[in-house]
């Protein structure tokens, strides 16, 4: 269903020494599907990013990346993200890496979005800096119209 591909020559490396920023989020395979919506919710909202699935937290000790063992484990978090985005995020790439006896590492990639999106508990996220920020009222109707797609005229 999504491309799997080999890991580039050192991406592993990249990926362990990647720092966690306005762009880039790297998530334990463990992570509640509810929890993840946040910060897919919080990228699209934002200026987009990428997430990392199957890679543990810089503070772990041990083995880092530890992904699933085959597409189908990860099939319950592709399904929160997909279908309980509301309004669903569009134009998304899923590929999943394959760093073989660790694991796949599912890698999303969320484009900056025209819309507001709301997780599945109708909450808003905004994505500053490395972290997600949830936000509330008029921080929403703001930003509805830097989006453009709440007209100010209309209000």
Do not use: W
Not at 68 to 74: D, G, L, M
């Amino acid at each position: 269903m999504f491309d799997c591909r080999k890991p580039d020559p050192g991406e592993d490396l990249k990926l362990l020494t990647l720092k966690e920023d306005h762009f880039n989020d790297l998530k334990s395979k463990e992570i509640k599907p509810s929890k993840l919506q946040e910060s897919f919710v919080a990228f699209a909202n934002s200026d987009g990013g990428e997430l990392y699935i199957g890679i543990k937290d810089q503070k772990e000790e041990g083995e880092r990346i530890v992904g699933f063992s085959n597409p189908e484990e990860a099939n319950n978090i592709i399904s929160v993200l997909l279908e309980d985005t509301k309004p669903s995020v569009e134009n998304i790439e899923i590929e999943y890496i394959d760093f073989e006896s660790r694991g796949l590492v599912l890698h999303i990639s969320i484009p900056k979005s025209t819309q507001v999106h709301y997780t599945a508990q109708d909450d808003c996220f905004i994505r500053i800096n490395a972290e997600k920020r949830k936000i509330k009222g008029n921080r929403i109707m703001q930003l509805g119209y830097s989006k453009g797609s709440v007209p100010y005229e209309k209000k």
